[in-house]
């Protein structure tokens, strides 16, 4: 017998969802040169803070910390 586990039921894909949302909300009212596309394809944390160093010319310190402020403990998955 095959129980799902927390990840797979279906609670728990619109939870990450709508958090994976919220994010890409946050980061495109942050960075509006992000697309939407830009934004759903991210990765991590520090393929959104490479992709501020090359979209806006930030210093790579200056753009950690924006992102860190950005997804507030957050993870990009």
Do not use: C
């Not at 960075?31 to 934004?39: I, R, T």
């Not at 944390?45 to 160093?53: A, G, H, S």
């Amino acid at each position: 017998m095959n129980t799902p586990t927390l990840a797979t039921t279906p609670a728990a894909q619109a939870h990450s969802t709508d958090a994976k949302t919220m994010i890409g909300k946050d980061i495109r009212a942050k960075w509006d040169k992000f697309s939407d596309q830009d934004v759903r394809s991210l990765k991590s944390k520090d393929e959104l803070v490479t992709q501020v160093v090359a979209k806006y010319g930030t210093e790579k310190a200056q753009a950690m910390r924006e992102v860190d402020t950005v997804l507030n403990g957050r993870v990009l998955s």
